[in-house]
């Protein structure tokens, strides 16, 4: 079976991608707006519906007849955790302030929530089965520091016999055309500053549930690099066969926890492979929701030829992203770390 080289240790951009550490064989196939919710029209009869029937009432609005909460600060870029108020210019007898984070799904009681995740958020005041309109105010977050943890479709050196003679995300054409890169350029257009390190997850996708592994590995960059953002893009190297008998969703969990729990404020974006690895897959689609992170569906390019790196003759090279899937990998990442 052909070995590929992987990068194993820290890489910074700053402001460029800068390359450190030694490498290390794997197996690579293995603004602010108001929004103003209006209740949908009451169809009649004859009015052209082809549902035939009592037509139930629309669902109470307005009924407070009150402004909405106001947001303090009134939506725009800010960095993750910044504390957010709202403040009612009435607040009736028995009413309370309400927001939701899901687009009016669900409601969350309380005048002051922080900025996890980007999107529109609402407000509004209820009081027992009466509310208010809902205001509307938009988040973009920025970032300071990101970790990615990946394999050589984050990174990957020259193997001249292969035909592969970059040092970037195989099979990307260029540095710039890679994922890694892509994503860089879009968070540094929010934060100019901002840190990217690379480490390979490489050992946890082969080595995971055996007794000479240790989750502990990741602990020193974590500590080192104070990651604000966590990009997990792994998955490729994880052998099917052995994802029951090694317990591959407690490992899975362990990390989640390991990654989300160390010590700052961090938002982890979790991917599944561009591989077809069900068994793995459905396992990190399961944990991540289950922990509420935030999961990207890499579904869409598995098995899509348009996706990958035909041109080249070895099938380990040719079986990694070209530039169409490497950017529809960081399309779809940045639609989550958004």
């Not at 549902?51 to 993750?80: E, I, M």
């Amino acid at each position: 079976m052909k070995h590929y080289f992987f990068i194993r240790k820290l890489v910074v951009l700053v402001p460029l991608l800068v390359l450190i550490g030694c490498t290390k064989d794997y197996p690579s196939l293995d603004g602010p707006k108001v929004v103003v919710v209006t209740p949908p029209a009451a169809t009649t009869p004859g009015s052209g519906s082809s549902t035939a029937g009592p037509v139930a009432p629309p669902p109470p609005f307005d009924t407070l007849k009150v402004s909405p909460p106001r947001f303090s600060p009134d939506g725009g870029t800010f960095y993750l955790s910044t504390p957010v108020r709202l403040t009612a210019d009435t607040l009736p007898a028995g009413a309370v302030i309400e927001y939701s984070l899901d687009n009016g799904s669900s409601w969350l009681t309380g005048d002051q929530f922080t900025v996890l995740s980007g999107g529109t958020i609402l407000s509004r005041i209820r009081a027992g089965d009466k509310r208010s309109i809902s205001r509307g105010a938009s988040f973009s977050l920025y970032y300071k520091r990101m970790l990615i943890l990946g394999n050589s479709i984050m990174s990957h050196g020259p193997v001249p016999d292969l035909g592969w003679f970059n040092f970037n995300g195989m099979a990307a054409s260029a540095p710039e055309k890679d994922f890694v890169h892509l994503l860089t350029g879009r968070l540094r257009a929010l934060y100019p500053p901002i840190t990217v390190n690379l480490e390979s997850g490489g050992s946890f996708e082969r080595d995971f549930g055996t007794a000479a592994y240790s989750l502990d590995e990741f602990t020193p960059i974590l500590q080192r690099t104070q990651p604000d953002l966590i990009v997990l893009r792994i998955g490729e190297n994880i052998d099917q066969s052995l994802v029951a008998q090694r317990n591959f969703e407690k490992q899975y969990r362990q990390l989640l926890d390991l990654l989300a729990n160390y010590g700052q404020p961090v938002r982890l974006v979790c991917t599944t492979s561009v591989w077809d690895k069900p068994q793995s897959d459905a396992i990190v689609r399961t944990v991540t929701l289950e922990k509420g992170h935030a999961l990207v569906d890499l579904s869409p390019l598995v098995g899509q030829r348009a996706y990958f790196a035909s041109q080249y003759k070895d099938p380990g090279v040719a079986a990694h992203p070209n530039d169409a899937g490497m950017q529809r990998i960081a399309d779809l990442i940045w639609e989550k770390i958004q």
